[in-house]
């Protein structure tokens, strides 16, 4: 459908098909499509938070100025303008009568910059509150921290960017470039969805066990779950505690995962290169004990470039959205996304205790409404709560309320986080290809995955959950459109 004269990083997150055949200028990527093309500068730009129709976005985008000197010849016109910090109209998305459009930004680098938390401020207060709260906090009694965290919540505003408890300036941007593309393409766009057997969206239960006490008692949370015939994914403390084997093995019978929660629950597994170099081989030992491939770091602690060192297969040390945690920020999507060779799998509600005794939210709400609105666009609701918490009745209940709320809804697929990682591996290593005529997916995720189409002005299909609600359907859906829409569509 597409050819490229790069790679087009948007393309390959989505699986959309498309050649890269190469071009002549160094300054300028081109996907071209049936009804006309899409442009982005490769070099060049002002690096900035900016504002494109309300929409935050951050990286290197090129000013006005200098776009007009690649635009070339034709009737273009401002499609939507980009402001900077100060509100000032600096650069434009820019399209032609031709049907061209030009980008003033790499999508690949704005997405980047979501994931990556590219927007933090640098500033070095936050991280060393951060540092001497858990130097303190062994000596601190327990009614002590809770009260350090309370009076931070209080003191801390939330901020515009991320907002919280929901966030969907990735997603959103991610929408405006789908349709951008359906409008080049002319067509119906293909590509390979985002969950296996049909599932419009995903649902992943994951707890973290930070004392001896959580360790005892798992089953306030598991008790639950069994209720509702689920799993779920269990990490622990390799130092604080001990686990013992037959702990791992029930959990491992029922079909629950083990993961590694840090070395020591410090604070301090991630606090430096130097320190993450002499705990790493700890944490290594007891993944190979465990059998686990994945891990969260205490604090949701993090530094992007250094995650990948874990060695890990998948970290869920990423948020969404989370303002109120030691370590704010967050990366802004409901979807996994790589970091170099590691798969990050976003925690997408707020944590329990954050919620419930942190916030003193009375009970469920906010995580039923983040529930649906992950739902409504296709995501993956990973939840985090604590055994070690669960004792407080909002918690349980609150659990057990989201589980209800969700057991019935055929739509969902329920799996563990190894699992996710499985498929998105899958799926980042197949395609959407013609195969006698049809758009099919090739590759390692054929047998369960299935493709989906993202289209302009259809709003009867919204019925279908996914990243672009109202705008995509499957190639059952095309095959169920009346004639006039498909031949608007593209289709005979």
């Known amino acids: 459908m597409f050819t490229s004269t790069h790679r087009f990083a948007f393309f390959d997150y989505f699986r959309v098909p498309y050649q890269v055949i190469g071009g002549p200028d160094p300054d300028l990527g081109t996907v071209r499509g049936p009804a006309g093309r899409l442009r982005w500068p490769l070099t060049g730009g002002v690096a900035g938070r900016y504002d494109l129709d309300g929409t935050p976005l951050f990286g290197r985008v090129l000013p006005d100025r200098s776009a007009r000197r690649l635009l070339g010849p034709g009737d273009w016109r401002v499609d939507a303008p980009i402001r900077d910090a100060r509100g000032r109209h600096v650069a434009s998305v820019w399209r032609s009568g031709a049907g061209d459009v030009f980008l003033p930004f790499d999508p690949g680098e704005a997405m980047h910059q979501f994931w990556s938390e590219g927007y933090r401020a640098t500033g070095r207060l936050r991280p060393l509150l951060v540092k001497t709260y858990y130097l303190v906090r062994p000596a601190l009694p327990r009614r002590a921290q809770l009260a350090a965290r309370r009076l ?26 789908f349709a951008l593309l359906v409008d080049v393409a002319g067509e119906p766009v293909p590509w390979l969805d985002l969950w296996p057997a049909g599932h419009t969206w995903a649902v992943v239960l994951t707890h973290d066990v930070e004392t001896a006490a959580g360790c005892r008692d798992l089953h306030l949370l598991r008790d639950i779950e069994r209720e509702h015939g689920h799993t779920s994914e269990w990490n622990f403390v390799p130092l604080r505690y001990r686990v013992g084997d037959d702990v791992l093995a029930g959990l491992r019978a029922e079909g629950c995962e083990i993961g590694v929660h840090g070395v020591r629950h410090d604070g301090r597994d991630l606090g430096s290169r130097r320190l993450l170099r002499r705990r790493l081989p700890v944490m290594r030992e007891y993944a190979a004990r465990w059998g686990a491939v994945g891990f969260r770091s205490p604090a949701t602690q993090r530094t992007w470039d250094w995650m990948p060192l874990l060695g890990f297969d998948y970290d869920m040390s990423y948020h969404d959205t989370a303002p109120y945690e030691p370590t704010p920020g967050g990366g ?36 039923l409404s983040k529930a649906a609105a992950i739902r409504a666009r296709g995501g993956m609701m990973l939840v985090l709560t604590h055994p070690d918490y669960a004792g407080d009745p909002r918690a349980a209940d609150g659990y057990r309320r989201l589980l209800e709320e969700v057991r019935h809804d055929a739509s969902a697929w329920w799996a563990n986080p190894g699992e996710v990682s499985a498929w998105w591996r899958r799926r980042a290593a197949s395609g959407v290809e013609r195969v006698d005529g049809d758009w099919a997916v090739t590759g390692p995720a054929a047998d369960t995955g299935r493709v989906v189409y993202a289209l302009a002005g259809v709003a009867a299909l919204a019925g279908r959950s996914s990243i672009l609600p109202n705008q995509f359907i499957s190639v059952q859906d095309i095959q169920h459109l009346p004639d006039d829409s498909r031949s608007r569509a593209g289709h005979p």
């Open 152 to 177: 931070f919540a209080r003191l801390h505003h939330a901020p515009e960017f991320p907002a919280w408890p929901v966030e969907t300036a990735l997603h959103d941007l991610q929408d405006r470039l």
């Open 332 to 367: 802004c999507s409901w979807l996994p996304y790589p970091n170099g060779d590691l798969l990050e799998l976003p925690i997408t509600l707020p944590q329990d205790h954050t919620l419930f005794t942190i916030l003193g939210h009375p009970d469920a709400a906010v995580w």
